[in-house]
């Protein structure tokens, strides 16, 4: 009930900051999904201080949408930072790590299939890259203060082994357009503060858990084994495929749609919490103000729905 209040207090702030985009980008009928792309093309550029000030803990301090910043504190002393080259190319073996992460800003990455057992890393007009392996981790960072728009991003090609299961990924994004064919993976966490990131396929055999501040997510067929958490400010996200374990997606004033495969609306419980937002669930609808349900179908996991004055639509096919 605190995280529902704290959300509808969130609301007034946050129609007074989008609306000027709003309208900007669609004459008041463009939608708020045009409105996400123009800020991940770096089109519309907000301070990490505004948007934090405005969606609180739906943005994390570093969602820094301008990504641009310098941020020094993700590169680590233990390995060379390069900067300023036409190209780089670096190859680790998997027998070497067990988790990932990866910084990106300013940036258009492809993580692509393997060939063979190891990742290999390429990449073009490098303005700031950072690779190497600490403490079974594999770290890929690269990131870019004037790389705001898309003309000027740096282009990285990963290439993964398919098979290969990560014991953790995190991924944390600001401006760009990123994109992964396949990940396996036991745990993962995703930060985007306004990229665009679409995943072909993700197989995560325990908890998922993404923040979207004002940017997109794509999760065309996730298997999620576990639980999974979503916090969406401004942003959108988009999944289709099934979580076994409990859910809980919290939405302030972007817009979330899920689909799930292989399951009805009877077979899970609902706890729904409704601001000025939307909920649809199946054939149920939940709007107006201060909107409360619980659904007890009985089933062995629950999906907790919170929303302010953005929009989430439950479906099942």
Known sequence: ????????????GIMIFLGIGLFTVGGCGGGISETVQKIVNGDFNFTDEDLKNIIGNYVSSNDNPEITVNEENKYLPDFPVVTDTESYEKDFDTAEFSSMVLQLGGCEVKILSSDDENVH????????????????????????????????WTKITIQIPEAFCYDTVDIDLGAG??????????????????????????VCSEDAKCEIGAGQ????????GGSFAGDIGAGEMRLTGNIQGNAEVSCAMGNTEMTFIGSTMEEHNYEVSCSAGNIDIGNRSFAGLATESDIDNGAANTYKLECAMGNITVKFQ
Do not use: P
């Open 1 to 12: 009930m605190r995280k529902f209040m704290k959300v509808s207090a969130i609301t007034a």
């Open 121 to 152: 890393i390429k990449a073009e007009k490098v303005k700031k890259i950072q690779t190497g392996v600490k403490d079974n981790t594999l770290y890929i960072t690269s990131t870019d203060r004037k790389g705001v728009t898309s003309g000027n």
């Open 217 to 224: 997510m794509l999760l065309n067929d996730a298997q999620i």
């Open 177 to 202: 357009d990123f994109s992964i064919e396949s990940l396996t993976v036991k745990n993962v966490t995703i930060d985007i503060g306004a990229g665009r990131l679409q995943i072909e396929r993700l």
